[in-house]
């Protein structure tokens, strides 16, 4: 069964310096990989998605994350924090299989907690 | 841009209630879903729906209904609320099964049950 772990609840980080959000995951075949952000009281947003190529992929607002295959990752990252990128990030990861019963699968989230 | 439409975004209930959530989306996507999120557990899948009239049970459907009489709108309904259905709703559409395309959610309905 497939299945996304975001290990880290929360993480911690000062504006300025550098942002790192963990995902490892578990699907057979080559997964499609995603990540949301989600504002308090809000939807989720859209950040980046891989589905194949460069193992660095580039998103919304700065974001960006890469893929590894070898260690079944699909870590968020930012070169520079704000205060306003903090939030609740959710990775999520689907089969590239079609088919009624491929669905989406979330990580339980984690919070990014950024400090002036 | 896509847009995805949650009718409420705030309801309290009462048990024993008949609750529905209505989800409408304007960019003619075959898929819609309805997921509840909770801390500490994520996003978790009620049902989804790839087409009209057409639907299949998530991870935890027991005590819900869905219902997709046309393409852009759909419905989720509790047909008698309980305390532990207490949560936020977020619904979400995409393009076709087959296409690798990102989900597109709405803001969310809170729901507290009394």
């Known amino acids: 069964a497939q299945s996304v772990a975001q290990p880290e609840d929360q993480v911690n980080v000062a504006e300025g310096n550098p942002l790192t959000v963990k995902c490892t995951y578990s699907?057979?075949?080559?997964?499609?990989l995603f990540w949301y952000v989600q504002y308090p009281n809000r939807g989720l947003q859209f950040l980046l998605k891989?589905?194949?190529?460069?193992?660095l992929v580039k998103g919304s607002y700065g974001f960006e994350a890469e893929f590894n295959k070898s260690q079944t990752s699909f870590h968020l990252k930012k070169p520079s924090a704000l205060v306003s990128d903090s939030a609740l990030y959710f990775c999520?990861?689907?089969?590239?299989?079609?088919?009624?019963?491929?669905?989406?699968?979330f990580g339980t989230g984690t919070l990014l907690a950024v400090q002036p | 841009d896509v847009k995805v439409t949650q009718s409420s975004r705030y309801l309290v209930k009462r048990t024993g209630e008949k609750v529905f959530l209505e989800c409408v989306q304007d960019?003619?996507?075959?898929?819609m879903f309805w997921y509840r999120q909770d801390p500490g557990l994520g996003l978790r899948l009620i049902y989804f729906?790839?087409?009209?009239?057409?639907?299949e049970k998530g991870d935890i459907p027991e005590g819900y209904s869905v219902s997709r009489e046309k393409k852009e709108r759909f419905s989720l309904i509790l047909e008698s609320a309980s305390t532990n259905q207490t949560s936020m709703y977020l619904c979400?559409?995409?393009?076709?099964?087959?296409?690798?395309?990102?989900?597109?959610f709405g803001e969310g309905s809170r729901l507290t049950v009394l």
């Open positions: 979400a559409s995409s393009l076709g099964q087959n296409h690798p395309g990102e989900l597109f």
């Open positions: 699907v057979s075949g080559n997964p499609y």
């Open positions: 891989y589905i194949t190529g460069d193992n």
């Open positions: 999520a990861v689907r089969t590239p299989y079609g088919g009624a019963t491929n669905k989406l699968i």
């Open positions: 960019m003619d996507h075959e898929n």
């Open positions: 729906s790839y087409d009209v009239k057409m639907k």
